[in-house]
């Protein structure tokens, strides 16, 4: 077997595919959040005048594998009700 500084190649094939693993979930949850960030945009705005750029997404993954958590935040200065336009 081949060891390079101490270290058994297997290992190392070992350490190459989590990071290549963790990198494919970390790309996929980002097309994720991009795609879920553009629904709640235009959700929202059947709701409300958003500011611009204002509208904030982000996911936060809880100790223990107890799941994810969205933050979402948006700033508007106008309400919509339907059929008229609060201020």
Request: hydrophobic share 45%; aromatic share 4%; net charge positive.
């Amino acid at each position: 077997m081949i060891k390079q500084k101490g270290i058994k190649q297997k290992d190392l094939i070992k350490e190459r595919l989590n990071r290549v693993m963790l990198s494919d979930k970390v790309e996929g949850l980002e097309t994720m959040l991009t795609a879920l960030k553009a629904d709640l945009k235009t959700l929202l705005s059947d709701y409300m005048a958003l500011a611009d750029d204002s509208l904030k997404l982000e996911l936060e993954v809880l100790s223990n594998n107890n799941g994810y958590q969205f933050n979402i935040t948006a700033k508007t200065n106008r309400l919509i009700e339907i059929g008229r336009m609060l201020m």
